[in-house]
């Protein structure tokens, strides 16, 4: 079936290196996206999107980049805080008028000191 | 938390029991969402509502069912809880009509023993 998935389930990094997060959907047919970030015990929290017209879109140390030739999705974080470490997931909205929400599984972000 | 409640946050049940989780919204939002999360699984769609009455499946509906009967209202139900059920469920809303991100509820661990 369609779905959103992630190439990396984990990612460990270094404070003040910068991280890269992806994620290949199949829909084509989606046409937003959206990174979120999910701390334990909590929900997850909205980060960075990009509609489907756009390819690149900053945030405050954050950069969202759409690949749709090859159904592409990454996140970039400068400069990684141990703030930072968390669990990140995409999400991607279907085409259409329901707005169908749906997610991958998601990358766990270290940051080592 | 955008004016979005869940309740309970805890419940432990038995196999078999019928059991209600509730999300409620201050917001007026159009669009709301129930997910559960798994580890290794990440937030899988449940079901999802795009209106008053109007509520479709997500993908992995079997064993759910969700009634909205007012705007603020998006209840799921569990007909016979199994332990398979066991796990985080959480709710989310989505802004009437504009492609924008979720708010996710803080959520409901559920427990069937």
């Known amino acids: 079936g369609e779905s959103v998935g992630l190439h990396l389930p984990t990612l460990s990094v270094q404070e003040g290196d910068n991280s890269i997060i992806n994620c290949a959907y199949s829909?084509?047919?989606?046409?937003?996206f959206i990174w979120y970030k999910q701390e334990s015990g909590k929900g997850p929290q909205f980060i960075i999107d990009?509609?489907?017209?756009?390819d690149k879109r900053q945030g405050q140390r954050v950069t969202v980049l759409l690949n749709k030739t090859v159904k592409h999705l990454s996140l970039q974080i400068a400069a990684t805080q141990p703030g930072d470490s968390a669990v990140y997931f995409c999400?991607?909205?279907?085409?259409?008028?329901?707005?169908?929400?749906?997610f991958g599984k998601g990358t766990l972000l270290t940051v080592n000191p | 938390d955008a004016g979005i409640t869940q309740s309970p946050r805890h419940k432990v049940t038995e196999t078999g029991t019928p059991v209600t989780l509730r999300c409620h919204q201050t917001?007026?939002?159009?669009?709301m969402y129930w997910y559960r999360q798994d580890p290794g699984h990440g937030l899988r769609l449940i079901h999802y509502?795009?209106?008053?009455?109007?509520?479709d499946k997500g993908e992995v509906s079997d064993g759910y069912s969700v009634s909205r009967s007012k705007t603020e209202d998006f209840l799921l139900t569990l007909e016979s809880a199994t332990s398979s059920q066991t796990s985080v469920y959480f709710c989310a809303i989505r802004h009437t009509g504009v492609l924008t991100e979720a708010f996710f509820g803080q959520g409901t661990r559920l427990t069937v023993v």
């Open positions: 917001e007026n939002h159009r669009y």
């Open positions: 829909n084509s047919a989606s046409d937003y």
């Open positions: 999400a991607e909205n279907s085409g259409g008028s329901n707005y169908k929400l749906t």
């Open positions: 509502s795009y209106g008053v009455k109007d509520t």
């Open positions: 990009i509609r489907s017209n756009m």
